[in-house]
Structure formats: C-alpha cells, structure tokens
C-alpha cells in the first residue's frame, strides 16, 4: 500500500478531475502533444527524467474529453508497455477491433513517435472500413510509480449495488475491461548482470499493480510470458505443451495408456534471472486466481516473435542493444555489424543449427485479443497458453529468409555451441487452436518480407534527414 493510502474498502468518493488527483497531474502536458524528433539511445534499464517520487509522469489527461462524453462512458483496454515492440502491435490490432485503448509507457525502451504510427495506421483502417477511430490515451509514466493508482483511480466510478442482505452499498465500477501487461525487462544477459533490478520490475512491480487492479475490481488479465519458463525440458526435443509447466497440480489423461495421471508442478533448468522472474510472475498469478475466483488470468508463453506491420511504419526499435536474432541479421545487411555468429553447427537437426520457432509479432497480437475475449466470456481461473508457429527453423533457414527478402547476402562465422543452448525449442499451439480458437496465419518468408520493409524505409527516412540537415548547413 502506498503512503497516503485508506485502510477502508471504499472511500467516500473518488476524484473526479486533476485536481483532486497528484500534484503531479497539475505539472502534466496533454496527450496531443508532439513527440520528440531525436529521441537520445539509452540503455533497457535507463529511465527518463524522473518526478518526485521516482519515475516520470508525463501526459496525463483527463480520462473523458467532449468527443467521448458525447458517446456516453466508453469501455477501455489498458496496455502496459504499449509502445515497445509487441505492444505497439497489439495496440494497433486491438484498435483495428474497435477497441479503445489506454497505453501506458514510460518509453525506457521505445520512442513517443511509435505512437503517432499507430494513430496513423488506426485512421488508415478506419477510413478503409467505414468505422468510428476508436479512443486512444498515452500515459507516459512507470507503471511502479504512485501514479498508477490515481491513473486507475480516473477511470473508475462509484456505484450504487445492493448486497447479499439486501442493504445498499457503494463499490468501484471500473471503465477498463481488461489489463495486458507487457512492461518487463527482457535481456537474458543483462538479467545475469542486474538481478536486483529485474526482480524489482518483473516481480515486485507486478505485484503492486495485481494490489491495485484488485482495489478497483479489474480482474481480466493477460499477461507477457516467454517460453523461458520452460527451462531444459526443452532439451528432449519434443514439441513444448502447456503441462510441462504448471503451477499448481493437475488431472490428465495419458493419451496412451487412458490413465488418470496427476501431474505435480515442478521448475527445471531456470538458467537465468529474467526467466525465473517469468517463472514467479506466473506462479504469483496462479495463486491469486486460486484464492480469488473473481481473477481471470491468461499467461501467454510467447517463443521467437519476428517481423512487423507490413506497412514498414511500425516495427521493432528498441533503445537497447539488439540481441534477437532477426534484429542482429537487419544490423549485418545494413552494416551496422560485420558478421553474424552461429553457435552451434553440429545438433542434430536438417542442416546442423539450432532450431528455433519463430511467430510473426502481428499473431502473436491477435493472441492476446483471442485471449481477451477468451477471458471475458468464461468463469475464473489462470490458464497458459503457447504462442508459437508450431513449426521449426533453423538458424540457416532464417538467414537464408532474409536474405531472399533483401537480395543481399549475411556475412557468417562458425562457432561452437553456448553453454545452455538448446538444438529444438518448438511449441505445441494444440491448446491454443482447442480453447482460443488462435492459430498463426503469416510465414517465416512473410515475417522477414515485413521485417525488411520496415528496415529499408528507417533507412530511407535517415538518408532523407541526413540529406536535409546537409542542405541546411
């Protein structure tokens, strides 16, 4: 709980405007603003300027403006960490839904101008389709800070409800409909050096935001996870299922024998702090959706997600170091890296790399609708899905990919296999196609067509302003 908080279930009244809310909201500047042009390379764990108690707050309107008073009390979805690279994906395919969206953002790892891409994309469609633009609010700020709660606090009301006995009493009616969290460091090797700041994220931050989506009774949650999770039982080469990692215990029938069997949870082979904070945050999710049915949690195990928008106006751009491998391949073909290594050319596989299950970004968003909707229509509970192709590629086949794609050819080196690297790691998407009803649509040839699309327009936009700022000098 934080400073300042009541100790009582619900307060006389709610703030209704910014100035019943932080003295920070007072300093805040409208989400209309322009974003920055030049936007300064900093680090994954590298903060912007900072409020008083710790981390930025920045464009914090008021959560209904004229339009949208007009239209009567819309329904949001709020995205966590909507800007990096697969939430500014799903951001955008939710409002292709008609969704209205709340993105919260502290741009730590992503840039302002991602968002005027969205709207750019959004309005595309909508005029394309004949629809209403749907609502979209940037919240730049940490979503560990204070002003999380007084965020949340703005789009809930106060409403009247009769209880069990009969007597009236005042709860929270919130205006969002479902969370999908998304801010979490994600740097295998940076974990290793800066475990005290990924625990800090990933755990304790995730479990100040459960305190207070609980307080404003938000309980449909989905939530970013890595197929990390799995540790080396991904190195018996098999098709990875949702029961190879469980949280509490439970009941299945062996496909071939037709015994009950009772399955235990169990963690093997955690090979770095980034993927145990994965493994708790599911385990802590599982708990509370245990202890309170009102929770509906989806935690969805993502495996190598690869492409873009295939406009070339969004994709991935992180402030970071690129460590993915279809990002270090872009860096090799414009340049920017000589060669790429290969680890490993001896596992038993078709051309001797290492098999990976690479999924185009735009299906892995249309998960997390597939899961939103899912979650709204069932009972309670947690449940994991696999987010994956559910097929194999290797690291030659995706070189070769984009290679096809750019019509240029990847400089390699040979090396020898990592310590903790795996030959397979494939999903089963059979739990996913049953329950969801999601199944992949896009290509490895598709996912590295978009991908290069987006490449050769950021470099066409850099020649340009290069070009431009030599005209002015």
Request: hydrophobic share 35%; net charge negative.
């Amino acid at each position: 709980m934080w400073p300042g908080d009541s100790t009582d279930n619900l307060p006389v009244q709610l703030p209704t405007g910014l100035e019943a809310m932080d003295n920070h909201y007072a300093d805040s500047v409208s989400s209309s603003s322009s974003p920055s042009d030049s936007p300064a390379a900093s680090s994954p764990l590298t903060s912007p300027e900072l409020s008083e108690d710790g981390f930025d707050i920045d464009r914090l309107p008021s959560p209904l403006g004229v339009h949208e008073q007009e239209a009567g009390t819309p329904k949001f979805t709020l995205v966590i960490g909507g800007l990096g690279y697969i939430g500014s994906h799903t951001v955008l395919e939710l409002l292709r839904e008609g969704h209205n969206v709340i993105i919260v953002d502290n741009l730590s790892n992503s840039f302002q101008n991602i968002l005027d891409s969205i709207k750019t994309l959004t309005a595309r469609h909508c005029k394309a389709n004949g629809r209403r633009m749907p609502l979209i609010h940037f919240h730049r700020l940490d979503y560990r800070s204070r002003s999380m709660r007084f965020l949340i606090e703005s789009y809930t009301d106060l409403v009247m409800t009769i209880d069990a006995s009969g007597r009236q009493r005042m709860t929270y009616q919130s205006r969002i409909e479902g969370v999908i969290h998304f801010a979490a460091y994600k740097s295998v090797e940076e974990s290793i050096r800066r475990p005290l700041q990924y625990y800090q994220n990933n755990v304790c931050g995730l479990v100040s935001l459960l305190e207070q989506l609980n307080k404003y009774n938000i309980h449909n949650f989905i939530f970013s996870s890595s197929a990390t999770v799995y540790g080396s039982k991904a190195n018996t080469g098999e098709p990875l299922r949702e029961e190879d990692l469980i949280h509490h215990a439970e009941e299945r029938i062996d496909e071939v024998t037709g015994e009950r069997i009772v399955m235990q949870p169990s963690a093997v082979g955690l090979s770095c702090p980034y993927a145990r904070t994965k493994y708790f945050s599911e385990a802590i999710l599982a708990d509370v959706a245990a202890a309170n049915p009102a929770w509906r949690i989806v935690a969805l195990r993502y495996f190598n997600p690869v492409g873009c928008d295939p406009s070339g106006l969004l994709g991935e751009n992180p402030r970071g170091e690129a460590t993915n491998l279809y990002p270090v391949l872009t860096q090799v073909l414009t340049g920017q890296r000589e060669r790429l290594n290969v680890f490993g050319t001896d596992w038993a596989t078709r051309d001797g790399t290492a098999v990976r299950d690479y999924i185009h970004v735009l299906d892995v968003a249309r998960g997390h609708i597939s899961a939103l909707g899912w979650n709204g229509d069932r009972g309670s509970g947690f449940r994991a899905f696999n987010l994956g192709s559910g097929t194999g590629t290797t690291v030659l086949e995706a070189v070769r990919s984009l290679e096809a794609a750019s019509k240029r050819t990847v400089s390699l080196d040979w090396a020898g296999r990592r310590p903790g690297d795996v030959g397979v790691c494939v999903a089963s998407t059979e739990r996913a196609s049953k329950e969801l009803g999601w199944s992949p649509r896009e290509s490895v040839a598709q996912c590295a067509s978009d991908l290069w699309n987006f490449v050769e327009r950021t470099l066409g936009l850099q020649q340009q302003r290069g070009a431009t700022t030599s005209v002015k000098a």
